[in-house]
C-alpha cells in the first residue's frame, strides 16, 4: 500500500510491544488492488507466528476519491 515501511520496521514494533506485554490496536484491510495471494498468505503467516489477536479483517472498498482508486 506503499506505506513506506519494511515488514521488519514492523516486525520490530510488534516485537516490541509482545516484550513489554502491551496491547497495540491496528485495522488489517484485505483485497488491496495490488495484493496477491501470496501477500494474504504472508500476512496471514505472519499473524499466526506472532501470535497476533485479530478481531475483525477489512475489506477494501474503492472509492473515486483515493489514490488507490487509480491502481489496476
Known amino acids: 500500500m506503499n506505506r513506506g515501511h519494511t515488514l521488519?520496521?514492523?516486525d520490530y514494533i510488534i516485537r516490541t510491544l509482545q516484550e513489554?506485554?502491551?496491547i497495540g490496536d491496528t485495522i488489517l484491510m484485505s483485497g488491496f488492488p495490488t495484493e496477491t495471494q501470496e501477500?494474504?498468505?504472508k500476512?496471514?503467516?505472519y499473524?499466526?507466528?506472532r501470535k497476533i489477536y485479530v478481531e475483525e479483517i477489512a475489506d477494501y472498498t474503492d472509492f473515486y476519491?483515493?489514490?488507490s482508486h487509480e491502481l489496476d
Open 20 to 22: 513489554q506485554e502491551k
Open 39 to 41: 501477500d494474504l498468505e
Open 43 to 45: 500476512t496471514i503467516n
Open 8 to 10: 521488519e520496521e514492523y
Open 65 to 67: 476519491e483515493i489514490p
Open 47 to 49: 499473524i499466526k507466528e
